[in-house]
């Protein structure tokens, strides 16, 4: 356990691989990362978590998986219970192991995804209602099937959600696509989205990058530094855009949102 975390919000991280450079890219075309310089921007994207408020928890390096640092992937934490992932490319499967200790050493009801499904983290969107009517969109595309799906739904519709599978061909993953503001707005670059109408209140940005966003409390909003238009929409509509630099695993189909898993329910009343 972890008693000194056991106020405030917590956020999962995980070293990068000296192997980085290495990590699958499945939608755009391969170019060098500089893994020195993906080091240093972790760092920062690290501290600029504590910064705001969040009490992070290292998750053991698994050097040997080149994709481990997008820890994300790895589960997904609903209330106080935590689904261990089944990643749909092997190479990412041992990810998994070490992920699900921190996690479970937290206190979370450990759950698992199992064959023939497959599920990554960076597929599934939660959505929470004020009023307790939480929806959680998951993509239903190269790394997760329908069975991943299925399973997801069983566990956490009992627990109240409403589990939506959304269509997904364009882009590797969900939140490679979408992410949601503060209010529960949907925001997106239409591009990469196969279906605007599955989502009821939506609001396009004009760059990629700009529609992944993080929300570390109040109107702060963690963002890539690559995406001006979108942060100066974002300011006009009420938020306060903190932008990194995370260029490195942008090379990999990475984004902000991929870095951490954030525990907000088991730290939060």
């Not at 041992?94 to 009801?109: D, I, K, Q, R, Y």
């Given at each position: 356990?972890?008693?000194?975390?056991?106020?405030?919000?917590?956020?999962?991280?995980?070293?990068?691989?000296?192997?980085?450079?290495?990590?699958?890219?499945?939608?755009?075309?391969?170019?060098?990362?500089?893994?020195?310089?993906?080091?240093?921007?972790w760092?920062?994207?690290?501290?600029?978590?504590?910064?705001t408020?969040?009490?992070?928890?290292?998750?053991?390096?698994?050097?040997?998986?080149?994709?481990?640092?997008?820890?994300?992937?790895t589960?997904?934490?609903?209330?106080?219970?935590a689904?261990?992932?089944?990643?749909?490319?092997?190479?990412?499967?041992?990810?998994?192991?070490?992920?699900?200790h921190?996690?479970?050493?937290?206190g979370?009801?450990?759950?698992?995804?199992?064959?023939?499904?497959?599920?990554?983290?960076?597929?599934?969107l939660?959505?929470?209602?004020?009023?307790?009517?939480?929806?959680?969109?998951?993509?239903?595309?190269g790394?997760?099937?329908?069975?991943?799906?299925?399973?997801?739904?069983?566990?956490?519709?009992p627990?109240?959600?409403?589990?939506?599978?959304?269509?997904?061909?364009?882009?590797?993953?969900?939140?490679?696509?979408?992410?949601?503001?503060?209010?529960?707005t949907?925001?997106?670059y239409?591009?990469c989205?196969?279906?605007?109408?599955?989502?009821?209140?939506?609001?396009?940005?004009?760059?990629?990058?700009?529609?992944?966003?993080?929300?570390?409390?109040?109107?702060?909003l963690?963002?890539?530094?690559?995406?001006?238009?979108?942060?100066?929409?974002?300011?006009?509509?009420?938020?306060?855009?903190?932008?990194?630099?995370?260029?490195?695993?942008?090379?990999?189909?990475?984004?902000?949102?991929c870095?951490?898993?954030?525990?907000?329910?088991?730290?939060?009343?």
């Amino acid at each position: 356990m972890y008693p000194h975390l056991a106020v405030g919000r917590l956020a999962l991280v995980r070293r990068p691989s000296p192997r980085l450079a290495e990590g699958i890219v499945t939608h755009i075309d391969r170019v060098p990362v500089d893994v020195d310089l993906a080091m240093r921007q972790w760092e920062a994207y690290v501290e600029v978590l504590q910064s705001t408020g969040w009490n992070t928890v290292e998750v053991a390096p698994a050097p040997e998986c080149p994709d481990s640092a997008f820890v994300e992937d790895t589960m997904v934490v609903y209330r106080n219970v935590a689904v261990i992932a089944r990643p749909g490319a092997d190479e990412r499967k041992p990810e998994t192991v070490e992920a699900e200790h921190a996690v479970e050493a937290l206190g979370c009801s450990i759950n698992r995804i199992r064959p023939p499904g497959t599920l990554d983290g960076g597929d599934v969107l939660k959505v929470l209602g004020p009023d307790g009517n939480d929806t959680i969109y998951v993509g239903r595309g190269g790394r997760t099937n329908g069975e991943g799906i299925r399973q997801l739904r069983a566990i956490f519709g009992p627990l109240g959600a409403t589990v939506i599978a959304v269509p997904l061909t364009k882009v590797l993953h969900l939140k490679s696509a979408v992410t949601a503001l503060p209010d529960g707005t949907i925001i997106g670059y239409p591009p990469c989205i196969d279906d605007v109408t599955m989502f009821p209140r939506f609001v396009p940005v004009p760059e990629e990058s700009g529609s992944h966003v993080v929300h570390l409390g109040g109107s702060k909003l963690l963002m890539s530094n690559d995406c001006p238009q979108s942060a100066a929409l974002l300011t006009d509509l009420g938020y306060e855009p903190v932008l990194v630099d995370i260029s490195e695993y942008i090379k990999l189909e990475g984004c902000v949102t991929c870095l951490s898993v954030r525990l907000r329910a088991l730290a939060e009343p």
